[in-house]
């Protein structure tokens, strides 16, 4: 694990030598998009590169005598991605966990395997992020990953990898100076859920709360197809007598969901749903992972049409649970 | 600007159990934002707002209401009561379970001009007027702020009401209509915009749920058999659900634009069910959502529908 | 995420295995019979995700028992696009198979055991895999007394008509077949399935388990009826129906709670059942 500077000159030359093979999220370009050259690719958020909208599962065929199954061959180039620390977290702590336990998907892995992550730091929480409430922070970063703090004329690196073949000696000033500004930015930021939450909030499964706070909800699946850690997919079967298996992106918010084939439905309403989202993330996902499924970037806040937003739920939650706690 | 009068009948209609649930705005976690709130006790009316940025198409709430004996109250712009009025009109509720409180309308401004001009903004720098507003010393005309749809509006005043909050207004002489600017581009440059346009829908459906009028038990989108459309946002699914969502609005439409703001990726995809009702008008003087008494177009046989294109 | 440099196999292929035989049960319930595979193998009361090649896939519980040898059977209701197309199939076609998934039913727990079987129309598919894992001859010495209540709407309804009839034959087990309404040749037991269980079935709760399957109100019934037995909600075990995609616990929509019913079901005993929230 090492760690250092990269002088501004050094850094474009590595970083012009691989631009065809770097994706850039969208969040992560709006602050730091003067570091990179132009031709990068921008991506949305992890999500787009790992676990795209629409994929092919295996492949199938009538030669005209029996049905022949196979998959087809795909390979990666070892590529880039920059993304902000909730990004990151959104990939290593939630999407990886569901994906890569056994039986590994294949098809994430062969991405994964070959996306290398490169955590840049975050200096302007916006007033949507809640990254602290969940668990992560503005300088989250992890050991698998190289984490960058861009400062003026050079970059603090944390890591592993080839940068650091061409760094120099940081220091301990630096070191001093890093976690200053981690802690200036931290400043504003709320500080996390109770560490009883997950288990608190399964109790109030019944609670009339959910009613009030399903109400405005549209049921569309803005928020479940922007968020960076929603992986919900449904998988179908496209072509007769030649054809594929689709794995297409679905949300929990759409009423054909859990929809059974007598046509009974578990989730019949929105309220249902809305519940599920909430209690899947902040109960269920940490109950077996260890942490939240929701990693504070505040991206369904930003695009909600109703403005329906997952804070006010969560405050009113911790709320009622501390009030019955006393 | 008439909230306090809002707040006011509100809070009177539910004291005398004229209403069980009013259905308004209230402020928004997110500055330069309004949201949908029920209301069902009269202590918390005062939650009511009425301002510049209450976008959302609130008779959509009613929908969930059709099944039940409820009687509502609804605050409703010029828009929002044209598409209550095709809900009685197709027998989605008996007209005396909808108190309409009508909401005289000079249009949604959108916060994306807002920081375009402005740059940086805060709330607590603009004081709000109904035509114009105030920030930064400067007075400005809320014209060329509008979201597009309500820059074209030509009936901001509601047809039908039972309390009518606010004066009635003549609708915007406006030079900008972004339909017209688009349907005076060449066939290329449009098909080139809208092909643009609809690569980056993810297929939210945010657009239909936000719709009054898109009340479907399933919605087309999203038959299994037949199946239409996959679940994957490739242009040509997109297309297909746009064009055929605008379609199943034709001359139902009340060109709220609600559609439009609520779409989180900002595609300006009013364009296509605007567009319908523009050919609806051409070609039977008809505009939906303005009298209880107008028959649509497509639901009504008349002998003297045009028919050159029977060979 | 140090996945190693093994080969990953892609877990969402499915095993094409052909249909040896083709049984029709009730006018809507057909059980296939698959040649098995040996890269096969399951445990009773696990389930397998069925690809109908060109149409669809959909899960079933698999109602064979791996005792029986090399099939692999299947017992499926005409409901839906899936169902419909492999009604179609005959005897020779293929279908996918993917999978075994789900915890199956905890045969530890359930020996030295008398086993008391509940099941309701097509509910019984699933019982009849662990029903003819308890009865195989290497088996039959690890469990207790075995009792089996079976019933369905009419006569016409009743599955496996053949196989009750084997069942009916044998000395070690008391089979009860009942019927929501008779008809003119109906001679066996007229009744709802949890009333017989309360007027019929007079057994010592404590040294039974009882495992149930059927629709979703009879289960509740019966529950209701074991409950009042004496059964205590660890001694009763159900096995769910969800709708299920993955089969992998990787797209999300199969949870009651934080249990995936494809991985920590679809068999729950009620004891852990009553603690999750009612939404299956």
Known sequence: MGEGLIAKDKWWEWIEDKKDRIFLTERAKKRYGEWFPPEVKMVKNGKEVLLPPGEEMYRYLWTGEEWKVEEREFSYEPSFLFLLPCEARAIIEVTDKVFLHPPVDKNYWLRRKSLSLGILACLQPEPTCFCSLVGGGPFWRDEEALFLVPRKEDIYIEGRGEPFSFSEEGGEKIKQEIQTLQKEVEKGLPSPLPSYFPQELYHHFEDEEWNALSWRCINCGACTFLCPTCYCFDLSIEGRLKGFQLRSWDSCMFPKFTLHASFHNPRPTGKERVRQRVMHKFSYFPEREGNFACVGCGVCVEKCPVNWDIREALERMVEKIDRLRT | MFEREIRRRAKELLEAKAVDLVIGYTSGSLPFQARPILVSSPEDTEQLVWNHFCSPNLARYLLPYRESSKKIALLAKGCDTRAVVILLREEQFPRERIHIIGLPCSGIISKRKLEEKLGEIKEEDFSWEENSFLCQGKKWEIDSFLEDTCARCRYPNPPLWDDLIGEKREPRESSVDYLEKISSQAEEERWQFFTQELSRCIRCYACRNACPLCYCKECFAESDVPRWISGVPTLSDNLFFHLGRSMHLAGRCVECGACERACPEEIKIGLLPLKVEEIIKNNFSFEAGLSLEEEAPLLTYKENDPGEFIK | ?280
Not at chain 3, 86 to 95: A, T, V
Not at chain 3, 144 to 169: C, M, T
Not at chain 3, 208 to 229: H, N, Q, R
């Open chain 3, 1 to 280: 995420m140090t996945a190693s440099e093994l080969e990953v196999n892609n877990p969402y292929l499915p095993l094409l295995l052909p249909i040896v035989e083709i049984i029709e049960e009730t006018r809507d319930i057909k059980t296939f019979r698959l040649q098995g595979d040996s890269i096969f193998s399951y445990l009773p009361g696990q389930f397998a995700e069925v690809f109908v090649p060109g149409r669809g896939e959909a899960p079933f519980s698999i109602t064979s028992s791996p005792t029986s040898g090399q099939i692999l059977e299947f017992s499926i209701k005409r409901i839906g696009t899936v169902t419909t197309a492999l009604h179609r199939l005959g005897e020779g076609e293929k279908i996918g198979v993917r999978g075994p998934y789900g915890n199956g039913f905890p045969l530890e727990e359930l020996k030295n055991h008398n086993l008391l079987f509940v099941g309701g129309g097509i509910g019984l598919a699933p019982l009849r895999s662990l029903i003819n894992y308890v009865l195989s001859p290497q088996h039959r010495e690890e469990f207790g007394e075995v009792f089996i209540l079976y019933g369905a709407r009419s006569p016409e309804d009743l599955v496996f008509k053949w196989e009750l009839e084997k069942w009916q034959e044998r000395k070690d087990l008391h089979l009860l077949v009942t019927v929501d309404r008779g008809n003119n040749s109906w001679k066996g037991r007229v009744g709802l399935v949890p009333q017989v269980l309360k007027e019929e079935v007079k057994i010592k709760a404590e040294e039974w388990k009882s495992i149930v399957c059927g629709p979703p109100i009879m289960i509740k019934f019966t529950i209701k009826s074991l409950l009042e037995a004496g059964f205590s909600p660890s001694q009763i075990i159900t096995t769910l129906e969800m709708r299920m995609k993955c089969g992998l616990g990787k797209c999300g929509r199969c949870n009651i709670g934080p249990f995936y019913v494809c991985r920590e079901g679809p068999v729950f005993s009620y004891e852990v059942l009553q603690n999750l929230p009612e939404e299956y």
